[in-house]
Each structure stands twice: as structure tokens, then as C-alpha cells.
């Protein structure tokens, strides 16, 4: 059976800020649409790195341990009454992202979708162990 998925960039220098938006524009296009529905109106905004204050609220010590974060309401915690709020975004931290690339030789393009689609579940109200237990299964 042939392969018919566009080739993969063979990157020669780092991925830039517009490489990581495309490979995140194509993983969400991927998502079967029941769920797209969902997350329209979330922005994805790609980074270098976490910014301190990040980090400190966070926990993490280094930035490179932080790849994305889902900065918005979950879907089951909002409601009619709330006041208008800030947009939902998810962040991808390139630098992170490139060294986890390094690190486990996994391709790029999987690696930008699994972290997207972690945010996302973030975006549906799913704690990081519940998220984990889902990768698990």
C-alpha cells in the first residue's frame, strides 16, 4: 500500500517560530471535526521558551521542561453567567519542543501534534494525570 502523506521537511537548521505554527496548523487539521467544533476561537501562539512567572506558578525549574501550556477556562467550567474573559490560547515553547526533539529522535511533526493535543485536552478539562492515563491506554 503506498504512503500518500506529504513529505516531511528534513530540517538542515532549526525550526523557526513559522515552522512549529505550521506543523500545529497541520496536527489540528488532523483532529476529526466533532472535536475542531470545539476549539474554535483558541489561539495557538508558539514562544521560545516559558517566561519566569510561568515557571515560578508552575512549579518547574527549567524552562526546557515545559513544552506547552493551556492558558484559558476549561469547556466544563464556564458558564452563561460568567463576564467576558480573555481568549483561550495555547502556548507551544519552540525551544523545549526542539530539545525534546534532540533528545528523543522522535519527528518533529508528532511531537508538536502530541503536545497540541495534550493542551487541548487541557482546553476539555482533562488533568495532566487523567491526560496521562489516556497515553497510557
Known sequence: MANHDPPRPHHTTP???????????????????ALRAHIKGV????????DDEILATMGIE????????????PLGARSVADIARPPDLIFLYR??????????GDD??????????HEIAHHFGFSDDEIDRLEQE
Open 62 to 73: 527549567s524552562p526546557y521542561d515545559l513544552t506547552g501550556l493551556y492558558h484559558g477556562t
Open 15 to 33: 525550526p523557526t517560530e513559522d515552522d512549529i505554527i505550521e506543523l500545529a496548523e497541520q496536527a489540528l487539521a488532523s483532529i476529526p471535526e
Open 43 to 50: 489561539g495557538i501562539r508558539v514562544e521560545d521558551l516559558a
Open 95 to 104: 525551544f523545549a519542543i526542539l530539545l525534546e526533539w534532540i533528545e528523543t
Open 108 to 117: 518533529l511533526a508528532d511531537l508538536v501534534r502530541t503536545v497540541l493535543i
